[in-house]
């Protein structure tokens, strides 16, 4: 059974930086599609970024040239570096495979941007 543990959230100041972690279980992982998901609040979880096994990646336009998702297979962990935050980046921040499976959804870490 696989498991994602997100890290590395935080308060900070917009136009700073966060760098978040996934660190998942399971032997899996190096053939799976990964993405980090966005939950603001009162809002529905979207797809934000996407690493494919190749290293591909994709971006929601909102967020492009700001968040770069990356990929260590040997450790089986998927990163988020987000840089120029802005208050509209607030939320609860999870990664999961594409498509998602609800078995894997983690706790989230929560990311808060203040103006």
């Known amino acids: 059974q696989v498991q994602l543990v997100e890290s590395g959230g935080g308060l900070v100041q917009a136009g700073g930086s966060l760098r978040l972690s996934c660190a998942a279980s399971?032997?899996?992982?190096?053939?799976?599609?990964m993405g980090w998901y966005r939950q603001a609040p009162g809002k529905q979880r979207v797809l934000v970024a996407s690493?494919?096994?190749?290293?591909?990646?994709n971006y929601v336009d909102s967020v492009k040239g700001r968040f770069t998702i990356s990929r260590d297979n040997a450790k089986n962990t998927v990163y988020l570096q987000m840089n120029s935050l802005k208050v509209d980046d607030t939320g609860f921040y999870y990664c999961n495979r594409i498509p998602p499976s609800n078995n894997y959804w983690g706790q989230g870490t929560q990311v808060t941007v203040s103006s």
């Open positions: 399971g032997s899996a992982f190096s053939i799976t599609t």
């Open positions: 690493i494919l096994t190749s290293g591909t990646t």
